[in-house]
């Protein structure tokens, strides 16, 4: 069911959060915009700038290692001043009324740690940008580092333990989808009874097929996001809104 305005929706939406046990939230890019970092497919999103740099490519090719650190950089300033939207406030007060035992997200901002879940209770199917790792041996650098490393020698960086490609702590176009995350993810989707879709376009698989888990195990879903998407209409409840408007009013004191 479409709600026909956004007070209905949100009235609705209050309704099956007070008689859901567990609720989980599902979240992308859209959630973040408010906060100040673009989605990837809207209108001057990421893609329509920026064709994205696959895994295969980056371990290959110095050339696409530098390129993508450089618009790593380019970003630095938006996700250094991000805070959490009102979106990301309102889950993390479902989090600590123990409405959510946990967030399933696509981003890769950190603002669901930001605004209050442990980190332990944020799965990212796509991994962190906060930081980066050596894909060869997992070691852990930090951004400032990196970008100390790129500006002294006009280069992307490599592992100071093994050699190995050092990348942001993202999953990339190619790269296998993080099999922990993937199976908490599965589980998460399959015992909760209310499975909010929040943000999201809903086109990136395996991310996108979580709803539908969901839905096939017994939770009603719902899907907050400004345009329709292929789920819609496997949705209990679909709000066609804002974010922010939607979701503030659940923010609490
Ligand atoms: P997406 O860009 O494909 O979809 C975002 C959706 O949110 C769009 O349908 C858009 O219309 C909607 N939206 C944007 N702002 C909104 C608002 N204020 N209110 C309501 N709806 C809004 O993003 P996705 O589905 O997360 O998938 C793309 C991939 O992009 C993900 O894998 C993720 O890793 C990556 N990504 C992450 C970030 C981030 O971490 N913040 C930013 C860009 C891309």
Redesign the pocket.
Known sequence: MIASDLRSGIDRLGDMIAEARVILPFT???I???SG??????PG??WTRNRPIPFDEFVASQDARDESWRRRFAMEPSFAAAKPSRGHRALAALYKAGKAPAVVT????N?HQASGFAPEHVVE??GN?TYARCIGCGTRFEIPWVKQRFDEAGLAPACTDCGGPVKSA?ISFGQSMPEDEMRRASELAQHCDLFLAI??????WP?AGFPAMARNSGAKLVI????P?DMDEIADLVIH????ETLGPFIGN
């Open positions: 992308g890019a859209g973040s915009t408010e970092i673009p989605d990837f497919r809207s999103g990421l696509q981003n890769i901002d603002l199917l796509h940008t993202t943000g999201s376009s809903l086109v990136v991310a907050i996001n400004n345009e998407t809104h804002d974010i922010g």
